[in-house]
């Protein structure tokens, strides 16, 4: 069983279409998170939930809105997609708000064209 | 203000030892961690320092020096497969901040 499975792996748009991206963990964990990874890899946080409670919106753009409607669940929806938005997307888990171990999804590589 | 840095990249061949700094500045600081991500893969969590000196697991050990706002991951008997980038981290408030990723290329 993956510990954190997200889905789609590949999404491929036009500028300005709406999209979403799911992500589940069976790990139990409280806390999940959506990171971007740039084209130079930078790992960089968007949003963090605790116990479905959002807890870090990182100054992204309110056309990304996550949606927690159980722990064990974290989607994050984009409006009006834009070039900049082309990266991939992590979604990921941990035990606790605190906890250095976070635990992956495999990405979804979304191209905005 | 808070950073990490770490090089961008490395070449090591099989069999050698290669070692991987990270400098930290942060107000606020817990501990390192190490991560570790092959092309197309996921990130993966590879060890954690809270305290000073040397945590060992495997090949792979990671060191810490809180004084010197410095830690280093340090890979032994390297093999083709560790051929991947390395981010080391640290906690911010309710988040774990990631350095740039240090690409290391390993070769026959």
């Known amino acids: 069983d993956t510990a954190v499975s997200q889905t789609p792996k590949y999404l491929v748009t036009q500028m300005g279409n709406d999209k979403s991206i799911k992500c589940e963990q069976n790990l139990g964990h409280d806390t999940m998170y959506w990171y971007k990874q740039d084209s130079k890899k930078f790992l960089k946080i968007m949003f963090s939930?605790?116990?479905?409670?959002?807890?870090i919106n990182e100054t992204v753009p309110n056309r990304f809105s996550p949606k927690s409607p159980d722990k064990a669940h974290l989607n994050l929806h984009i409006n009006s997609l834009e070039l900049g938005d082309s990266a991939v997307y992590f979604c990921?888990?941990?035990?606790?708000?605190?906890?250095?171990?976070?635990?992956f999804g495999s990405g979804t590589q979304l191209s905005v064209l | 203000g808070q950073s990490l840095e770490q090089p961008s990249e490395v070449t090591a061949v099989e069999g050698a030892i290669v070692q991987i700094n990270c400098t930290y500045q942060?107000?606020?600081?817990?501990?390192l961690s190490w991560y570790q991500q092959h092309d197309g893969g996921a990130p993966t969590f590879l060890s954690y320092?809270?305290?000073?000196g040397l945590e060992e697991t495997g090949r792979f050990s990671s060191f810490l020096s809180r004084s010197d706002s410095y830690g280093y991951l340090l890979l032994q008997e390297l093999q083709m497969k560790d051929s991947a980038s390395y981010f080391c981290?640290?906690?911010?408030?309710?988040?774990?901040?990631f350095g740039a990723g240090t690409r290391l290329a390993v070769h026959p």
């Open positions: 320092n809270a305290l000073d």
């Open positions: 939930y605790n116990n479905k409670e959002l807890i």
């Open positions: 942060t107000s606020g600081f817990y501990g």
């Open positions: 990921a888990s941990s035990q606790g708000i605190a906890n250095e171990k976070l635990f």
């Open positions: 981290a640290y906690r911010g408030y309710n988040k774990l901040i």
